[in-house]
């Protein structure tokens, strides 16, 4: 049974790849992760900025992210 891990994506980023990484654990939309995340970073309890900063630097990069050229 393969466990799933979660990654920091190489390329559906746009910042260090953590809400793209999330997205693709729980395969959902990465939009739909980056606007989750940008309500909470209004929300004055949750350090979104500094959680986002611990993720960046915590989570791995992807090891088998490859682009497929056609």
Not at 14 to 41: H, M, P, Q, S
Not at 53 to 68: H, K, Y
């Amino acid at each position: 049974m393969a466990t799933k891990k979660l990654y920091r994506s190489r390329f559906n980023k746009k910042i260090a790849g953590v809400c793209g990484g999330i997205a693709e654990y729980f395969n959902i939309d990465a939009t739909i992760v980056r606007i989750i995340w940008v309500v909470l970073a209004f929300i004055p309890f949750i350090p979104a900025l500094l959680l986002y900063i611990i993720f960046a630097l915590v989570i791995p990069e992807n090891p088998d992210d490859t682009i497929v050229v056609d």
